[in-house]
């Protein structure tokens, strides 16, 4: 019976009990790492004088039917080529996994065996493996809102740095722009190849840069056909297009009549009632905006009667001058860019 007591009394001392110089220490019992990158076990061990360490080896533990077992990562196929001890056979303990998998959160042990004893850790690590979660709010906002950015972990991590399609944001609050639009995600400064799942922020804006196309190169004789399409840049895409035009009466004041309505206003037989000021109107569900305008001018050739048309700023001068001719209005109007004949 005392033989049975003396060799439980030995084994109690091999599982760790932490005396007579012998233990294994662990830097930090609960490290917290992201999934693909690597994190390191620090840890140090220490044994009576005189002894010499043989073998040195790192344990997870496991509950199988109901039992805890220790299993050696040796023997664990998912740790190949993943698990690195860095340590020596003196007394720093410390292991490297890289690649991190969610499987590898757990408790880890670490053994060493001299000539005399098969030493254990009593005390364990527990590895968390997470993740990096970005969330943006609101998702959608109308240029000018206010914008938040957040980055998730299920524990404290470093500061974490930002990135709208591969370029960085300085600030993880703003006021949204047209040119905020786009894909967030976030990554541990310092560690910014591990990333999180992008995150989408739509900004939207009414229509801008409203412009106006025509069709027909040249001037336009009386009866022949010319469309003019009006194009836009608009979050929600310009989803209403309403035309204008403007005529000058003989005492000089001006009016502008709606004359068309969709994105293309035709006009397929050319003629002097169509002389005037065009321009057209694009509108979203966050606003609307009007373009420039283009002017339709009669005007004397050798040939007859043509009719062309000018791309002007919007000006009352150029409205008030239009009965003018080409020619006058052109001296009247410096602001005129070219003459764009259709």
């Not at 720093?92 to 098969?118: A, N, P």
């Not at 062309?308 to 005129?336: D, E, F, P």
Request: with cysteine.
């Amino acid at each position: 019976m005392k033989k049975m007591i003396t060799m439980l009394v030995l084994l109690i001392m091999k599982e760790g009990t932490e005396s007579s110089g012998w233990s294994v220490t662990f830097e930090n019992l609960n490290p917290c790492a992201l999934k693909g990158s690597s994190v390191e076990f620090r840890c140090s061990y220490n044994y009576r004088d005189g002894e010499t360490v043989k073998n040195t080896s790192w344990y997870k533990g496991d509950l199988k039917d109901g039992i805890w077992k220790r299993v050696d990562l040796s023997d664990l196929p998912s740790y190949e080529n993943r698990s690195e001890y860095v340590g020596d056979q003196q007394h720093d303990c410390s292991l490297v996994i890289h690649d991190l998998l969610y499987s590898d959160s757990g408790y880890y042990y670490f053994r060493f065996d001299t000539k005399t004893y098969g030493w254990r850790s009593r005390k364990s690590v527990y590895l968390s493996v997470t993740e990096l979660n970005a969330s943006v709010s609101p998702k959608r906002v109308r240029a000018g809102d206010n914008v938040t950015l957040e980055c998730r972990t299920s524990c404290h991590l470093s500061s974490t740095v930002w990135f709208r399609d591969g370029h960085p944001v300085a600030k993880p609050e703003f006021r949204a722009r047209v040119e905020d639009s786009g894909h967030y995600l976030c990554a541990l400064q310092g560690q910014e190849s591990e990333q999180s799942d992008p995150v989408a922020l739509d900004v939207q804006y009414p229509p801008l840069n409203v412009s106006i196309e025509v069709s027909h190169p040249g001037p336009l004789a009386e009866g022949s056909s010319v469309n003019l399409t009006c194009s836009s840049v608009a979050n929600p895409a310009a989803d209403s297009y309403t035309w204008y035009m403007s005529n000058v009466s003989s005492s000089g004041s001006s009016s502008m009549l709606q004359v068309g309505s969709g994105q293309v206003l035709s006009l397929p037989s050319v003629e002097a009632s169509h002389a005037g000021l065009y321009l057209c109107q694009a509108r979203n569900s966050v606003g609307e905006n009007n373009s420039t305008e283009w002017l339709m001018t009669l005007y004397q050739t050798d040939r007859g009667r043509d009719l062309t048309l000018l791309w002007m700023k919007r000006s009352t001068a150029m409205i008030m001058k239009t009965s003018a001719g080409a020619k006058s209005v052109k001296k009247q109007n410096r602001v005129t860019q070219k003459e764009m004949s259709v």
